[in-house]
């Protein structure tokens, strides 16, 4: 018989000739059809998508940019990248409230009251940002751990393939049976999309809908085009549905492709709310079109496409544009006002036609930083040949509120477990591509409650987020952190501080409210909630007592 390996060769080689003589003539059968198919394509009518209404725009599949401050061709050639430079100081928005809101009292959640303290930093100082690509279904992962005690539950779940979200392909949409294009009955935004011919008039900040029926009443909605629009700051945009008697805007700039026209400002410039209310809304209203979209941005901040054109240009292939200094009246088959959003840093699937996750979310980052794929162990697991190799940490140190006093001591405590710690500053000169490879470099990701967690979207699949909550906000923690980490595919440890590892006990006592009863406090409102226990408080981290709770983040990695 011989050896195995003479007949592998043997086959190797009868399989190589009959390749050859089997393959070239099928080859030149596949070549004279894909002639044929060639030579015949275009002499029969392509149906009502391939009508010459909207001229396609000639655009090349490379980075977006921002366009302001000049025409556009009626030919929608190339414009010329702005020269924005990222925004300094500290709120983006405060200078542009709408009259008819500044005098309106509103109440802010916690994530909003939170906002208003962390967004007195400058957005371009701050590398506390970053997203990731799409792949699974939420995993269950939570390791909660108070006065330390901790329990465990690991993701079950298999990812998506890397190469896309598995999600369902975007459908052309059809034009409504009436003229209501506008929903405004969530409580977290409004939206309205208009199927058919709608015209944008970006000076005047309207939508135009030209209606298919011959009967149509003409309606008029005036939106905040974010996903919050109890802020009465937020940009509106007004869309209109013309009646057959009212005349419609001639179009000076025509497209084939959708639009999407959000505004920015809000809470921005805080990282949280960045991702929370404007990236992952904004995933899940242009994900589905295959970056076969132009973005029309009201209330544009330079800083934040600057900051965030990696995430940008993963969604569009086409120039983005600044709403409120184009001049032109340019008409799209398809246009949607606002973004959706499911929560807070939330992606709920039975509420997306596309059944996207926070999972889809978090992989769609990654590759747009061209971070390793969904397959790719984390960094401890993918060496483990390497004998000496220990798991690493990122600890982030806030600048200055919920700030670790013994910092140096909880490095210590961190390497005696066993890590090795990666010690950031929040004010780090950093850019999001470097900051998301560090990142990504970790196996964990620890740091006080606060917008520096976010980063935890450029962890690989099977990281973990260690949270530290100072005193007196338990109540927030899993919202903001916890579920986004679970339905990322993510461990999470929870760890909430005594009032001896808080500074407050030093300033109140143990005989005052904010010590002896936080809820009471809670109950006064959330301006209160952060006044004390957001911006008066740091942490002196009791390594003995947080022991047990990261040993089972330990296990975790392991």
């Known amino acids: 018989m011989g050896s195995p390996k003479a007949a592998r060769s043997k086959a190797s080689q009868l399989g190589g000739i009959w390749r050859r003589r089997v393959g070239a003539p099928f080859a030149a059968l596949l070549v004279a ?314 992606i709920y699937p039975n509420l997306s036609p596309q059944n996207y996750t926070m999972m889809d979310f978090r992989l769609f980052v990654r590759e747009a930083y061209g971070l390793p794929a969904a397959k790719v162990a984390i960094p401890y697991k993918a060496d483990r040949d390497d004998p000496d190799k220990k798991p690493r940490i990122m600890l982030i140190d806030r600048g200055k509120t919920r700030r670790f006093i013994n910092a140096p001591y909880i490095v210590q405590g961190l390497e005696w477990f066993g890590f090795e710690v990666v010690k950031v500053d929040p004010k780090m000169d950093s850019s999001l591509d470097e900051f998301a490879r560090l990142v990504d470099s970790c196996d964990a990701i620890m740091g006080a409650h606060g917008a520096g967690l976010t980063n935890m979207v450029f962890l690989r699949s099977g990281g973990v987020v260690v949270h530290i909550v100072p005193y007196g906000i338990e109540f927030m923690a899993d919202g903001f952190y916890g579920k986004p980490a679970r339905d990322m595919g993510l461990g999470h440890v929870r760890y909430s501080i005594s009032p001896e590892e808080s500074t407050l006990l030093e300033k109140y006592g143990w005989n005052h409210t904010v010590i002896k009863d936080p809820k009471a406090i809670r109950s006064s409102g959330w301006d209160k909630v952060g006044e004390v226990y957001m911006s008066k408080q740091d942490i002196v981290l009791n390594m003995t007592r947080f022991g047990p709770v990261l040993l089972k983040a330990i296990d975790f990695i392991m």
């Not at 029969?44 to 921002?66: E, N, Y």
């Not at 997203?131 to 779940?157: K, R, V, Y």
Request: charge should be negative; hydrophobic fraction near 30%.
């Open 33 to 346: 059809a894909v002639l044929v198919l060639v030579l015949f394509t275009g002499r029969f009518p392509q149906g009502p998508d391939a009508s010459s209404r909207f001229t396609p725009v000639h655009v090349d599949d490379s980075t977006p940019r921002t366009v302001r401050d000049r025409p556009v061709s009626s030919t929608d050639q190339d414009l010329e990248t702005s020269d924005s430079s990222k925004q300094e100081g500290g709120t983006s928005d405060s200078s542009k409230q709408e009259e008819e809101g500044s005098d309106q009292k509103i109440e802010l959640d916690e994530s909003s009251m939170e906002a208003m303290e962390e967004q007195k930093q400058p957005p371009g100082d701050t590398p506390e940002t970053k997203p990731a690509s799409q792949g699974t279904t939420p995993a269950n992962s939570d390791l909660d751990g108070e006065g330390g005690m901790a329990t465990t539950t690991a993701p079950d779940q298999e990812e998506r393939n890397a190469g896309g979200s598995g999600s369902a392909p975007y459908t052309k949409c059809t034009p409504p049976p009436n003229s209501t294009v506008c929903d405004l009955s969530n409580s977290r935004f409004d939206i309205c999309e208009l199927c058919g011919d709608a015209r944008t008039i970006g000076q005047s900040s309207t939508v135009m809908y030209v209606p298919h029926t011959e009967t149509s009443d003409g309606e008029e909605w005036s939106i905040r085009a974010q996903s919050r629009k109890n802020l009465p700051w937020v940009k509106k945009v007004t869309i209109k549905s013309l009646n057959t008697s009212q005349p419609a805007p001639k179009c000076t700039s025509k497209h084939a492709m959708p639009a999407i026209v959000f505004a920015l400002g809000g809470l921005t410039a805080n990282v949280w709310h960045d991702f929370s209310d404007v990236l992952v809304p904004l995933f899940l209203t242009a994900r589905q079109f295959d970056r076969d979209v132009q973005l029309l941005v009201t209330n544009n901040q330079p800083w934040f496409s600057k900051k965030y054109m990696t995430i940008l240009s993963k969604l569009t292939r086409h120039d983005i544009i600044d709403f409120d200094s184009d001049d032109q009246v340019r008409c799209y088959p398809h246009v949607i006002v606002g973004l959706r959003s499911h929560g807070d840093l939330g």
